[in-house]
Nanobody, 127 residues
């Protein structure tokens, strides 16, 4: 069974950090671009960050630039989202997704480009 599983979410105070993980089972992430999306209550899903198959290209939403970093570990078949200087407005369910088409900046917002999605992990930023 092909699955993506997110982990690493939780409750953190403003200014704190979390590292989210996106692990694959049943397939290798080597051949996929990976994206992170989030959805807060009452809001539409938004793209947060994405990374190409090679890891050489990354894109970030303006709201997280300079605070979030996406990376991938091929040996562990995992993609990470390091989130620093967290703000209350970062509170959301975070999803990772894998897409097999040619990478471009469209991956940041183009949810339809992705083939597989995880179930999400909750991130809550609150004092």
């Amino acid at each position: 069974q092909l699955q993506l599983v997110e982990s690493g979410g939780g409750l953190v105070q403003p200014g704190g950090s979390l590292r989210l993980s996106c692990a694959a089972s049943g397939f290798t992430l080597d051949y996929y671009a990976i994206g992170w999306f989030r959805q807060a209550p009452g809001k539409e899903r938004e793209g947060v960050s994405c990374i190409s198959r090679s890891g050489g290209s990354t894109n970030y939403a303006d709201s997280v630039k300079g605070r979030f970093t996406i990376s991938r570990d091929y040996a562990k078949n995992t993609v990470y989202l390091q989130m620093n200087s967290l703000k209350p407005e970062d509170t959301a369910v975070y999803y990772c997704a894998a897409g097999s088409t040619y990478y471009s900046g469209s991956y940041l917002t183009g949810a339809s480009l992705y083939d597989y999605w995880g179930q999400g992990t909750q991130v809550t930023v609150s004092s």
